[in-house]
């Protein structure tokens, strides 16, 4: 169980809850969880007086929960969730296609391992998404190039990695031989969980196999741009022997921000900025912008502000109502609601002035 994750703090927690047991949740399909106890893999589901309580679909478990449970086997019948302890960390996204709900992607990671391939799935501003996502999360990230056998460039591309993931390891691997993955091994250990993100087709799947020793996860054939049609449509958890424990998730076709942490991931345009003649410059038309100017000097790129701007935006909106994000738009434009209303009431009394001279 120490293996599993379960630590000194959570067993300390478990005590609360009498005649229950403490496990892990290792995949989920609606509201059927399959948890690993001390006596091996369990079906369960929440109870009634649970489900009954739950007010956001964040409350029920996820995968990676560390959850209390009425027993530990289902020789008896299915389990039956109680309650869920607290989660260290958390990665979640923004639902595909709503702009309102979010989905737990992982729960309880001490390590992300953001999978981008080094062909076709290569985007430098998906990554910043991915990690200002990942710094939010509590977890730790690790850039995982997979694909390099692929690859003729690979130090250019690392060259422009490093210049955004500030203060990220950054891993170059391939699963065609062994060597090409054993650098993941060494965020690997007893009691670690980790966590495999990444667009579909870029190789988690094929490097929790090579890690795991056996193919456990099905992947299809490649196609011929190189983009593997993985079956993986759930996140799920794998025990490694003495090395903790690895997370499968799905492809992410959209990654919705719901929270980020941008003042890690674009470190560098804030320390820029301490430097602009405003506090609160903007770096759009202000004088005597250090941002701007580092763009003009090749220090930064254009596309890394606009990025920036691009996720802060979205992390903004996202909590507002519809006329909330209506007042924000209009102080992106004209600075506050106050401003706007002079700006109307200026343009009305230019209209009159126009009309009393015909």
């Not at 891993?171 to 062994?178: A, G, I, K, Q, R």
């Not at 003649?277 to 502000?305: M, Q, S, W, Y």
Request: aromatic share 8%.
């Amino acid at each position: 169980m120490k293996n599993l994750g379960i630590t000194e703090e959570l067993i300390q927690e478990s005590k609360k809850y009498e005649d229950l047991f403490i496990g892990r949740v290792s995949s989920q399909s609606k509201r059927i969880y399959k948890v690993v106890t001390k006596k091996g893999m369990m079906i369960a589901e929440v109870s009634g007086k649970y489900h009954h309580d739950v007010t956001e679909a964040s409350e029920y478990p996820a995968v990676g929960d560390f959850v209390m449970i009425d027993r530990i086997d289902d020789t008896q019948g299915n389990g039956i969730i109680h309650h869920v302890l607290p989660r260290k960390s958390m990665f979640v996204r923004k639902t595909a296609g709503n702009t309102e709900k979010s989905q737990i992607v992982a729960t309880n990671i001490d390590t992300v391992f953001i999978c981008m391939s080094l062909n076709e799935d290569y985007n430098l501003r998906r990554l910043e998404r991915y990690l200002s996502i990942a710094w939010d999360s509590n977890a730790t990230p690790v850039i995982v190039l997979t694909k390099s056998d692929l690859c003729d460039d690979i130090d250019s591309k690392l060259t422009e990695i490093y210049s955004i993931a500030i203060g990220v390891d950054v891993l170059v691997t391939t699963s065609t031989y062994e060597e090409g993955y054993q650098s993941l091994v060494h965020y690997l250990s007893k009691g670690q969980s980790v966590a495999f993100i990444g667009s579909s087709g870029v190789g988690k799947s094929t490097l929790i196999n090579r890690l795991i020793g056996r193919d456990v996860l099905e992947t299809k054939e490649i196609r011929n741009n190189d983009k593997g049609r993985h079956t993986t449509t759930s996140r799920e958890l794998f025990m490694l022997p003495d090395l903790g424990v690895v997370i499968d998730t799905p492809g992410m076709r959209e990654l919705g921000i719901i929270q980020a942490d941008l003042t890690k991931t674009f470190s560098d345009i804030d320390e820029l900025a301490k430097d602009c003649k405003f506090n609160d410059c903007t770096h759009k038309h202000e004088p005597n912008c250090a941002v701007r100017k580092a763009i003009n000097e090749g220090l930064l790129t254009k596309e890394r502000l606009e990025n920036y701007w691009k996720l802060e935006k979205e992390a903004k909106y996202d909590s507002l109502d519809s006329r909330r994000i209506e007042i924000e738009k209009i102080a992106d434009m004209f600075g506050s609601l106050s401003d706007m209303k002079n700006f109307r009431k200026f343009n009305k009394a230019k209209n009159k002035k126009r009309k009393d001279n015909f």
